[in-house]
């Protein structure tokens, strides 16, 4: 079992920056893609950055250039850095670690964004 723990969420002006961190334990080892996710209310849960093996990432058109996804093998850490921040940005951002065929997914951290 994988479990991840989100941190780093909470209230900033539009144009503002936070940095996410996604602590992972347990079997960690074979994760093959770390990724982040958000759901504003009364929408479906949405891609927002993933990183792979190698340190291949790849984002959401709309954080494209303002997030920047990084992963700490030392430490077991994800991070989020968010910059330029924009009231649409305003969600629960959700850790995943995907191992086939499972998905593993922490419990999110709000993000809110004040115009």
């Known amino acids: 079992q994988v479990q991840l723990v989100e941190s780093g969420g909470g209230l900033v002006q539009a144009g503002g920056s936070l940095r996410l961190s996604c602590a992972a334990s347990?079997?960690?080892?074979?994760?093959?893609?770390f990724g982040w996710y958000r759901q504003a209310p009364g929408k479906e849960r949405e891609l927002v950055a993933t990183?792979?093996?190698?340190?291949?990432?790849n984002y959401a058109d709309s954080v494209k250039g303002r997030f920047t996804i990084s992963r700490d093998s030392a430490k077991n850490t994800v991070y989020l850095q968010m910059n330029s921040l924009k009231p649409e940005d305003t969600a629960v951002y959700y850790c995943?670690?995907?191992?086939?065929?499972?998905?593993?997914w922490g419990r999110g951290t709000q993000v809110t964004v004040s115009s």
């Open positions: 995943n670690g995907y191992e086939w065929p499972n998905d593993y």
């Open positions: 990183i792979r093996s190698g340190g291949i990432t």
């Open positions: 347990g079997r960690t080892f074979n994760i093959n893609a």
